[in-house]
């Protein structure tokens, strides 16, 4: 084939240039159209500095000052609310441990919202982390739950409530699928997420068995009258579109030595909260007396979140 | 020159598959649907709704209550008007009160008929109102021990004493000493439904059962078995 033509090859016809060239601008516009939602991009959102955060573990305690203070002064420009925005560090001795008597809980949802205005969760699309189960007695059986319910008065006849939230679990399977490592066990036992590393891969979401992660499919919205001030940089400061959350017991408050806020909101009294490591606590007390059991003991998270009834 | 007629389908393949490109890359740059998700109001919880105050509120010890604009002790009325046979028949005064404690249907078995700004304990020993948990202590024994270890009622506050104190609630900041039983509430309003081609529509915030999208399923699934 070497005497047939070799300009003919060389030289393009009309019809090759038009098929290439066909092909190069419709490749072209298919990338430009697959990088387009780049132009929906904040500029202002996207600054150097946050661009180079570092990883929560990795940031020196002056890196973590500015970084608060960036986020602070962000806050304060979208919400117009100065925000109390700070670090708390885990304490000593201290493992965080949740219980709910399950005899009392009537289902009223006080904790749930207690719990949207407490830690800044999304209001439209509504993001809430505690999820209250409707069962019918005699089972339980989640597969038959429903968080639906909406009677006129709790309780229902015939039914009971459970509220299910993170259980801060001691074998957490969220942690061990998260390819970033933007979510992490803290030495007292409450799994965190740092929101400005999550990529957003929802890994964790179907790797927890309670359903407890929330994702920011939208942009969230929360009115700046509802917004808390209170904030802690790896609990309920304000979080943006496309990350995970979920709840950490209040940090912002329990680091400071306070009860979360669903157990403050509840009318019925059934949450318990308290140092695991302290065997005066209401919770060590409540596993050293009551009837306790965990939800979905079987698949091995080692939860620190409590269920009991009374043994009477 | 002859063309094989592989190469034939080939360029004309390519002929077809540049275009398309282009009509996606148009379609997917200018036309994309746009995904619109139903616009939900949130629900309206009032700060009332999720306080942290206790449920009701002590009256004093000894307690007062306002007639006429003069703040009035217990002893002022039941000096003159002693406590009569339980139950009274026809009772004209404290109305509202309903008792549906247990076996206690006679004021007597709480208040102290000599002196009625004071408690009585079974054993016939006068007791302030302050002191209330002791009487509640003498039937609802286990109950009294696990409000002292702080695991029977809510404790606001401080979980750790070193930072604050716990603010422990008494018997009838929660129970109302008369009728004890926890009354039914009105629940908060639920996560609106995911919407799904199987669920429908998902409500607004509706208060009513039809609007539980859980509910409509299964009610439809039953309806459809039954046909």
């Known amino acids: ?312 | 020159m002859t063309r094989e007629p592989g190469r034939q389908v080939g360029s004309s393949l390519g002929l077809l598959i540049g275009p398309s490109f282009f009509v996606l890359a148009a379609w997917l740059a200018f036309g994309p649907p746009v995904t619109t998700v139903p616009e939900l109001s949130a629900a309206h919880v009032s700060a009332q709704q999720i306080t942290t105050a206790p449920r009701r509120t002590i009256i004093g010890d000894p307690p007062t209550i306002m007639i006429n604009d003069f703040e009035r002790m217990c002893s002022d009325c039941h000096q003159l008007f002693p406590l009569g046979p339980d139950p009274i028949p026809g009772r004209r005064q404290h109305e509202h009160v309903k008792l549906e404690h247990g076996i206690n249907d006679q004021c007597r078995n709480c208040h102290d008929t000599k002196n009625m700004n004071r408690l009585v304990l079974y054993s016939g020993e006068s007791i302030s109102y302050s002191e209330v948990t002791h009487l509640c202590q003498k039937c609802h024994g286990p109950t009294y021990h696990d409000w002292e270890a702080g695991i029977h009622g809510r404790v606001n506050g401080y979980w750790d004493p070193a930072k604050g104190e716990p603010r422990k609630l008494k018997c009838i900041q929660c129970h109302n000493p008369h009728r004890p039983r926890v009354p039914a509430m009105d629940p908060l309003a639920p996560l609106p439904g995911p919407h799904t081609l199987r669920m429908g529509k998902r409500p607004d915030h509706e208060p009513k059962p039809e609007a539980d999208p859980l509910r409509r399923s299964l009610e439809r699934s039953r309806d459809r078995r039954q046909k």
């Open chain 1, 1 to 312: 084939m070497t005497d047939s033509t070799p300009d003919h090859d060389r030289v393009t016809s009309r019809r090759s240039f038009l098929r290439g060239s066909l092909g190069a601008a419709g490749g072209l516009a298919a990338f430009a159209a697959a990088i387009s939602p780049l132009k929906d991009l904040d500029t202002e959102d996207l600054t150097v500095e946050k661009f180079l955060q570092k990883h929560y573990k990795e940031m020196t305690p002056e890196d973590k000052q500015r970084v608060l203070e960036r986020i602070a002064a962000e806050v304060e420009k979208r919400y117009e609310v100065r925000p109390e925005l700070r670090d708390l560090p885990p304490l000593d001795g201290v493992e965080f441990g949740y219980a709910l008597h399950l005899g009392r809980c009537i289902g009223c949802r006080r904790c749930v919202h207690g719990c949207v205005a407490e830690n800044n969760q999304s209001r439209k699309p509504e993001i809430q982390y505690i999820r209250v189960l409707e069962m019918p007695q005699g089972s339980i059986d989640v597969d038959r739950s429903n968080h639906y319910y909406h009677p006129a008065k709790v309780p229902a006849r015939g039914h009971y409530y459970m509220p299910v939230q993170c259980h801060q679990c001691a074998n957490p399977p969220c942690v061990k699928v998260c390819p970033v490592e933007a979510t992490w066990q803290e030495p007292d036992g409450v799994t965190v997420i740092d929101y400005d590393w999550c990529i957003g891969c929802r890994y964790c979401a179907a790797a927890c068995p309670y359903f407890a992660r929330r994702f920011n499919y939208m942009q969230p919205e929360v009115p700046a009258k509802d917004i808390n001030p209170n904030m802690n940089y790896l609990s309920n400061r304000p979080r943006t579109k496309g990350v995970m959350e979920k709840c950490h017991f209040c940090l912002q408050r329990t680091r400071a030595g306070r009860m979360p806020r669903c157990l403050e909101v509840c009318p019925v009294g059934a949450r318990n909260f308290g140092n695991l490591l302290d065997p005066n606590s209401q919770v060590s007390q409540i596993l050293r007396k009551k009837q306790v059991f965990v939800l979905k003991q079987d698949a091995g998270t080692l939860p620190r979140f409590f269920y009991y009834f009374d043994q009477d």
